[in-house]
């Protein structure tokens, strides 16, 4: 078997482990998920510890920090308002301003404030994050970057900016 057979057939295998489908989408319920970028499964959401906070990241100790559990907080008009809460972390998730254009997402402690809760909604066969202080601000994954990050912009419905959301 040549080099080139055996590599063909080790990327299959990793792609059909990291298939994801639109039909795999469902609503949200309570319990923990798995969340992955629909145009790059590889890259899940694992924000850093924002700083203010005085916690220090875990992400070196082996904690698997890709754990989210969907906290209902309310209903508006637009739709369900969650918190995204790290199960490992105990942490929820925020927006991080990195300079007065761009809006990543890191961690930060839980609160009720808009600035930490997010309207997820159903959207290509997987689900948009929008923040409900600004749904016009939405996350998305920076895939052209050397290392993806997840950042928050005015994007429209398009695969960097649906997310698959597994159920664990």
Do not use: K
């Not at 078997?1 to 792609?15: D, G, K, N, P, Y």
């Not at 924000?47 to 070196?60: K, L, N, Q």
């Not at 609160?111 to 996350?139: C, F, I, K, Q």
Request: net charge neutral; with cysteine; hydrophobic share 45%.
């Amino acid at each position: 078997m040549s080099a080139r057979t055996v590599l063909v057939i080790v990327a299959t295998i990793l792609l059909a482990m990291f298939a994801i489908t639109p039909a795999d989408a469902e609503p949200l319920r309570g319990g923990r998920y798995r969340i992955f970028l629909e145009s790059q499964p590889a890259l899940t959401l694992r924000p850093a510890v924002a700083p203010e906070t005085g916690v220090r990241s875990i992400a070196d100790t082996g904690a698997d920090l890709n754990q989210w559990e969907p906290v209902l907080i309310t209903y508006r008009p637009a739709g369900p308002v969650f918190q995204l809460l790290n199960s490992s972390t105990r942490l929820c998730l925020h927006p991080v301003q990195l300079d007065p254009l761009t809006y990543s997402v890191g961690q930060n402690l839980c609160g009720v404030a808009d600035t930490g809760l997010w309207y997820v909604s159903e959207t290509g066969g997987n689900h948009r994050v929008s923040l409900a202080s600004d749904p016009s601000l939405t996350l998305y994954g920076d895939t052209a970057s050397a290392a993806p990050v997840a950042l928050l912009g005015r994007v429209g419905d398009e695969p960097r900016a649906r997310w698959v959301f597994r159920r664990l």
